[in-house]
């Protein structure tokens, strides 16, 4: 199987907890509900499972410069910026802020964890991405400079999205099967923003004949046809890549109405959902992408949606650093 033979770094090296919510359950009603705690993963976030293969064929390729792009909401940068540190790489980063317009690097809450890794360059840009990182005219401005200065930059895909990023989920697919020991769900919900994750999961779940639905909770304000497309589109570049059959647009389901005003624009039925998690589990989600995940889970529970499942599968895919008031560093920060 060509998807064994493909390189990765191993940043992943053991699987994270899948656990039952029984309390949250009992609250809300509905089938069984499980969460395969993907905030747990080295870094905190799911984008580290898509660079263990990304930053493997960065380094095979001799790069000694990675350049980025996502939004200051995201995990990637930060993810990527870390990694980069490990690997004894230059990381050059672009924010986008389309989200967020008031944006300010200087005064964000990320500011001082940059500052303590040691990056220095950060471009932030408003612009609503309108191509691939290695297309963008900042990314191919910085890239060349870094090869005046005798550099071998190397572009990483936004949110690590393309069929190697994606190898990332078909791996975390072929963890969860082992890890539910034949008690195989009905459904596995996950965040659906650029569709990689969910691409990856439901590709890893076909290739080993699982009949698990893997349901998209959009969290960009995408229509469900729109979604839909962009995750039928990924699932075939990753069976083409992997050369493996096709997989039938039968298995690509994309929810809408769950992201509120849009990206990253937290709303009250989204934060209901977050605070029951909190209550009943001791388990916090992000406003952005698992909260919002979380809302459409408890969405489909309330509609009737998921009245025929037995269990259920919720992919918290993290992106939170623990908190502490890193504010405190500035002083320090402007001295050094």
Same mark, same amino acid.
Request: glycine share 12%; with cysteine.
């Given at each position: 199987?060509?998807?064994?033979?493909?390189?990765?770094?191993?940043?992943? %090296?053991?699987?994270?907890?899948?656990?039952?919510?029984?309390?949250?359950?009992?609250?809300?009603?509905?089938?069984?509900?499980?969460?395969?705690?993907? /905030?747990?993963?080295?870094?905190?976030?799911?984008?580290?499972?898509?660079?263990?293969? #990304?930053? =493997?064929?960065?380094?095979?390729?001799? %790069?000694?410069?990675?350049?980025?792009?996502?939004?200051?909401?995201?995990?990637?940068?930060?993810?990527?910026?870390?990694?980069?540190?490990?690997?004894? &790489?230059?990381?050059?980063?672009? $924010?986008?802020?389309?989200? /967020?317009?008031?944006?300010?690097?200087?005064? %964000?809450?990320?500011?001082?964890?940059?500052?303590?890794?040691?990056?220095?360059?950060?471009?932030?840009?408003?612009?609503?991405?309108?191509?691939?990182?290695?297309? $963008?005219?900042?990314?191919?401005?910085?890239?060349?400079?870094?090869?005046?200065?005798?550099?071998?930059?190397?572009?990483?895909?936004?949110?690590?999205?393309?069929?190697?990023?994606?190898?990332?989920?078909?791996?975390?697919?072929?963890?969860?099967?082992?890890?539910?020991?034949?008690?195989?769900?009905?459904?596995?919900?996950?965040?659906?923003?650029?569709?990689?994750?969910?691409?990856?999961?439901?590709?890893?779940?076909?290739? #080993?004949?699982?009949?698990?639905?893997?349901?998209?909770?959009?969290?960009?304000?995408?229509?469900?046809?729109? &979604? =839909?497309?962009?995750?039928?589109?990924?699932?075939?570049?990753?069976?083409?890549?992997?050369?493996? %059959?096709?997989?039938?647009?039968?298995?690509?389901?994309?929810? =809408?109405?769950?992201?509120?005003?849009?990206?990253?624009?937290?709303?009250?039925?989204?934060?209901?959902?977050?605070? $029951?998690?909190?209550?009943? =589990?001791?388990?916090?989600?992000?406003?952005?992408?698992?909260?919002?995940?979380?809302?459409?889970?408890?969405?489909?529970?309330?509609?009737?949606?998921?009245?025929?499942?037995?269990?259920?599968?919720?992919?918290?895919?993290?992106? &939170?650093?623990?908190?502490?008031?890193?504010?405190? #560093?500035?002083?320090?920060?402007?001295?050094?």
């Amino acid at each position: 199987m060509k998807f064994e033979k493909i390189a990765k770094r191993g940043y992943v %090296a053991d699987p994270t907890p899948l656990q039952e919510l029984k309390h949250f359950r009992k609250e809300l009603g509905g089938p069984q509900i499980w969460i395969k705690r993907d /905030d747990l993963l080295p870094f905190g976030g799911n984008k580290v499972r898509k660079m263990d293969y #990304l930053f =493997e064929e960065a380094l095979q390729a001799g %790069a000694d410069t990675v350049i980025t792009a996502s939004t200051n909401q995201c995990c990637h940068n930060g993810i990527l910026l870390m990694l980069a540190n490990r690997e004894g &790489m230059q990381s050059k980063i672009i $924010m986008e802020t389309w989200g /967020d317009p008031s944006y300010e690097f200087s005064s %964000a809450p990320e500011y001082e964890l940059y500052r303590l890794a040691g990056n220095p360059e950060v471009h932030v840009t408003s612009e609503f991405p309108s191509g691939p990182v290695s297309e $963008m005219p900042l990314a191919l401005e910085i890239a060349h400079r870094v090869q005046e200065e005798g550099g071998k930059p190397w572009f990483i895909s936004r949110g690590g999205e393309g069929p190697l990023g994606a190898c990332g989920y078909v791996g975390a697919a072929f963890e969860l099967v082992k890890q539910w020991k034949g008690q195989i769900p009905d459904v596995l919900v996950c965040p659906c923003g650029l569709g990689g994750t969910q691409a990856g999961l439901i590709v890893g779940l076909r290739m #080993l004949g699982c009949p698990t639905k893997v349901v998209g909770i959009g969290v960009t304000g995408k229509s469900k046809a729109v &979604m =839909e497309q962009s995750v039928a589109a990924q699932c075939l570049a990753l069976t083409t890549f992997l050369d493996i %059959a096709p997989i039938s647009d039968e298995w690509v389901c994309c929810v =809408e109405g769950c992201a509120g005003e849009g990206y990253a624009k937290p709303f009250a039925g989204q934060y209901q959902s977050m605070r $029951m998690l909190a209550q009943t =589990e001791g388990i916090l989600t992000d406003p952005v992408y698992s909260g919002k995940t979380l809302f459409g889970l408890t969405e489909l529970i309330r509609r009737g949606v998921l009245d025929g499942a037995e269990r259920v599968v919720f992919l918290h895919t993290g992106g &939170m650093s623990l908190y502490y008031d890193y504010h405190t #560093l500035r002083p320090l920060l402007q001295e050094g």
